[in-house]
């Protein structure tokens, strides 16, 4: 039987996704985050578990937020035996990875408005 993504998320963690996502960041990418945030140490199968993700989409967040570099990943190997797994962790703090989004949202902020500037002035010059 297929678990409810709302039985393993709390409510206080689908709010964090939803801002997270009205940021502009994607639902799936805010799904690994907070999750990964919250459990510390975690396989991609908890992950999609926990989430109520496929496979491809947690490999696809994971892949985002290690090349942005917040979160970590490493292999593992069960006594030599069977396919080795992976752990993925923050590489920074939550309070870290949020000043980072805050930066990078400040500094989009300040290209609209010079963009905004840039159309007065020619719409102003006609």
């Not at 393993?8 to 799904?31: C, Q, V, W, Y």
């Not at 396919?83 to 930066?103: D, G, H, N, T, W």
Request: one cysteine or more.
């Amino acid at each position: 039987m297929t678990q409810n993504y709302s039985n393993k998320i709390s409510p206080h963690d689908r709010r964090a996704i939803r801002l997270f996502t009205e940021l502009g960041m994607p639902k799936n990418i805010a799904k690994t985050l907070v999750y990964i945030s919250k459990n510390g140490g975690c396989r991609s199968f908890e992950i999609e578990q926990e989430t109520n993700q496929r496979q491809p989409e947690v490999s696809a967040a994971t892949h985002e937020l290690m090349k942005k570099g917040w979160i970590t990943k490493r292999d593992f190997r069960k006594k030599r035996k069977g396919r080795p797994f992976q752990i993925y962790k923050l590489a920074y703090s939550v309070e870290e990875i949020l000043a980072k989004i805050e930066k990078e949202k400040i500094q989009e902020i300040e290209h609209i408005k010079k963009e905004f500037s840039s159309l007065k002035s020619l719409i102003e010059k006609k």
